[in-house]
């Protein structure tokens, strides 16, 4: 069982900053998959920004060059910087990791933007 540990949510105002941390507790080198999603009240879970095979990254049009996934391998943790935040990106934001073929996802994050 792997767990994963969201934090670094809060309340800002438009066009301000967050970074939100996942922290896992295996290795990441082991994962196959691991990045952000979000949900909003009323809309389906949608992905933010991801590693894809290794180190390869996937960004939502939405977010791109505003947010930045990162990761640390010697913390097992994975990063969302985000910057210029504007009020939709206001949703639970939450980490997956994929270890050998099987999903986990932590407990979310709220993120609120403020107009």
């Known amino acids: 069982q792997v767990q994963l540990v969201e934090s670094g949510g809060g309340l800002v105002q438009a066009g301000g900053s967050l970074r939100l941390s996942c922290a896992a507790s295996?290795?990441?080198?082991?994962?196959?998959?691991m990045g952000w999603y979000r949900q909003a009240p009323g809309k389906q879970r949608e992905l933010v920004a991801a590693?894809?095979?290794?180190?390869?990254?996937n960004y939502a049009d939405s977010v791109k060059g505003r947010f930045t996934i990162s990761r640390d391998n010697t913390k097992n943790t994975v990063y969302l910087q985000m910057n210029s935040l504007n009020p939709e990106d206001t949703a639970v934001y939450y980490c997956?990791?994929?270890?050998?073929?099987?999903?986990?996802w932590g407990q979310g994050t709220q993120v609120t933007v403020s107009s």
């Open positions: 590693f894809t095979s290794g180190y390869i990254t």
């Open positions: 997956k990791a994929r270890y050998y073929g099987y999903d986990y």
């Open positions: 295996a290795t990441i080198f082991s994962v196959s998959a």
